[in-house]
């Protein structure tokens, strides 16, 4: 069984734990806000970096790892960007934004250290 710590500092369990955040904020986005352009890009990009991480898990090589992981960033950068424009125009509040945007520079930071250190 893993420690609590170790489930904490996994990513593909921290990757996995986001997109099911982000899963939420699409259905919200469109349900309660009726936003479908910004809510479906931020679904996409949002979803993605989990997807890209969980098939760098079955890499064939270390060069498709990295590559992987690098997808996977470009994709939490992405959905960085999505974050700030929803907030910015008032479909997501100042207490949603920092909460999700927080999980989302952490998956940045973690995959930047990742994709650092298999090149």
Request: hydrophobic share 40%; with cysteine; proline share 1%.
């Amino acid at each position: 069984m893993l420690q609590r710590k170790e489930v904490e500092n996994d990513v593909y369990v921290i990757v996995r734990s986001f997109a099911i955040r982000i899963v939420n904020l699409y259905k919200f986005l469109k349900e309660e806000k009726g936003e479908i352009i910004m809510s479906k890009q931020v679904f996409r990009s949002g979803t993605s970096i989990g997807a890209n991480v969980f098939e760098g898990k079955n890499a064939q090589s270390r060069p498709d790892f990295s590559s992987k992981m690098n997808i996977a960033l470009k994709e939490a950068t992405e959905t960085g960007y999505w974050l700030d424009l929803l907030h910015e125009t008032k479909f997501i509040n100042d207490e949603m934004f920092v909460s999700i945007e927080d999980d989302c520079n952490k998956i940045i930071a973690i995959l930047t250290k990742i994709v650092k250190a298999t090149k």
